[in-house]
């Protein structure tokens, strides 16, 4: 089940390899490699996926007393890819396209019991690609850009509600919504 090189005499992977830097209490830096799962711990997540595999990014994490503002962003693994349009890619060609992502998560914690968090990402890239500036901007709402700049992206986007209720019981909603088109 290894998915690096096993061609050599040695084969490794690293899974966690970063820097986390604590500004203050309510600043935190991040550069380097671990998973994310957006959602309850050790359960299913929609945004991201609930077993993702590590990958190489940077971010930060702001955090007050009722709430946190989490924005992250890396370079992805390319994969082989095709235009089934022949826009990008002429019809029949396969070539090699670079893969990004951006997102940022915003978490309110209303009551003691009630906690709210809204998340927005973007995936893009394509043959040649690399950074693009307005999804670098934290504060930045992705969609606007792509619509406005015309940077294209798939963006997607998630609600996660949550209640503690007595007795050890909650109720947790997850609604996510994959690369809407509003024209």
Do not use: C
Request: proline share 4%; aromatic share 18%; glycine share 8%.
């Amino acid at each position: 089940d290894f998915h690096g090189d096993k061609a050599e005499w040695v084969s490794a992977y690293f899974m966690d390899a970063y820097a986390n830097f604590s500004v203050s209490e309510q600043l935190n830096l991040f550069a380097g490699r671990t998973a994310r799962n957006l959602g309850i711990p050790n359960e299913y997540g929609l945004f991201i996926s609930d077993n993702p595999y590590p990958w190489d990014h940077f971010g930060f994490q702001a955090t007050g007393k009722r709430i946190q503002y989490s924005w992250y962003a890396g370079r992805l693994n390319d994969m082989m890819g095709y235009d089934d349009q022949g826009v990008v890619i002429a019809l029949g060609k396969t070539v090699r396209s670079s893969r990004f992502i951006a997102f940022q998560r915003f978490d309110a914690r209303m009551t003691q019991r009630m906690q709210l968090g809204l998340s927005s990402g973007t995936l893009y890239g394509g043959p040649g690609h690399t950074f693009e500036a307005p999804y670098l901007n934290p504060m930045n709402f992705h969609y606007l850009s792509q619509r406005n700049q015309r940077v294209q992206m798939n963006g997607f986007w998630q609600v996660n509600y949550f209640y503690h209720l007595p007795n050890q019981w909650a109720l947790y909603f997850d609604l996510f919504v994959d690369d809407i088109v509003i024209n």
